[in-house]
């Protein structure tokens, strides 16, 4: 059998053990084949593949990014895209696919498994809004990234006795905001699914202050106040209908600023978050992950995803994992209301 790895959407850290794992037990205990496509569903509307092999595969483990490269392309977008693809894996005798990929790679696989494509999903993204599972691979690495910039921006915030708004991303689940807003100590955490109240967050501003404390409040990019909208960098849109995010953080602190009286900075961490090797936790759910996938190829088992549910890996039906997006629970967010203000 031969069997194609795609990786798809906004890189992430962990997506090279994907890969790695993947081909390792693919071609040492199945005896399995392996071509790399080239940047995502790009590479199946151009004919672009690479040769995949152990040797490919050595010491990729700690590295960021993706050995194949990426794209953001829709293939169902593109002029006779089904059949394109269909002709690539024909022209390749690939027989099966492993799609590495968010909810929009994703969901590009649960319509071309509909179509009778082979293949098995692999849930990542640093979101971690994809359904079905606990954990997507790349979540932990980014927010420990984004938790150690916070930890940074405490010292600097109480030198100059000024707000930080931190700028994470998250454009409609706050998963990244709350979990390294709590860890790095915030003391305003805004998410896409609540919106917020402007009035509010400057009045827990102004109590930190009170005691002569600076206070850090995290944003989700997709954060809004309160009868709102989203805001954004411009109206473009890339091929599965997204706007470019980001502003949230310079709105607030300016708001912040002007109702409060006290200076107010931004600081947008942008794609630092999904930058740079994948922390212990990613690397090991990464390798799971593949190790998985790579079976359910093997069972015949396609049109699944494989996901983390409590400690085991199982496999979630792709449609049903493409259906919804995970959201941050309400009752979650409700926990930590104690430390806001």
């Keep these: 059998m031969k069997v194609g790895v795609l990786t798809g959407g906004g890189d992430c850290p962990g997506l090279n053990a994907v890969i790695r794992s993947v081909v390792r037990k693919?071609?040492?205990e199945y005896g399995f084949d392996f071509v790399g496509v080239r940047d995502g569903w790009l590479g199946l509307l151009q004919g672009a593949v690479m040769p995949l092999d152990v040797p490919a595969v050595r010491g990729i483990l700690p590295r960021g990014g993706t050995i194949l490269g990426s794209s953001r392309t829709n293939p169902l977008k593109h002029e006779d895209g089904l059949q394109r693809v269909r002709d690539t894996l024909a022209a390749h005798d690939v027989d099966a696919l492993v799609v590495i990929g968010g909810e929009d790679t994703l969901g590009v696989a649960?319509?071309?498994?509909g179509q009778g494509v082979p293949l098995v999903g692999v849930p990542k993204t640093i979101d971690n809004d994809v359904?079905?599972?606990?954990?997507t691979f790349g979540f932990n690495t980014a927010v420990g990234i984004a938790t150690e910039a916070i930890d940074r921006l405490h010292t600097t915030a109480e030198s100059h006795m000024r707000t930080l708004v931190v700028e994470v991303m998250g454009r409609h689940s706050g998963w990244i905001a709350l979990h390294a807003g709590v860890a790095?100590?915030?003391?305003?955490?805004?998410?896409?699914?609540?919106?917020?109240?402007?009035?509010?967050?400057?009045?827990?501003?102004?109590s930190r202050f009170k005691i002569n404390y600076?206070?850090?409040?995290?944003?989700?990019e997709g954060a809004v106040p309160q009868e709102g909208q989203m805001f954004l960098k411009d109206q473009s849109l890339d091929?599965?209908?997204?706007?470019?995010?980001?502003?949230?953080?310079e709105w607030l602190a300016r708001e912040i600023s002007e109702r409060t009286g006290k200076d107010a900075r931004t600081t947008v961490l942008g794609h630092v978050q999904r930058g740079g090797t994948p922390s212990s936790f990613d690397r090991w759910l990464a390798t799971r992950f593949g190790l998985h996938a790579i079976d359910a190829v093997k069972d015949g088992d396609f049109g699944v995803m494989v996901a983390l549910q409590g400690t085991r890996i199982v496999r979630h039906p792709l449609a049903d994992a493409t259906a919804t997006t995970k959201l941050v629970d309400p009752s979650l967010y409700d926990e930590f209301e104690v430390f806001f203000g």
């Design 239 to 249: 091929e599965f209908g997204h706007v470019r995010l980001s502003g949230i953080g």
């Design 110 to 113: 649960t319509e071309l498994s």
């Design 26 to 28: 693919g071609v040492q």
């Design 214 to 220: 600076a206070p850090i409040v995290v944003a989700a």
């Design 131 to 135: 359904s079905g599972t606990d954990y």
């Design 184 to 206: 790095g100590g915030a003391n305003v955490i805004l998410v896409p699914e609540r919106p917020f109240d402007i009035d509010q967050v400057c009045e827990q501003v102004k």
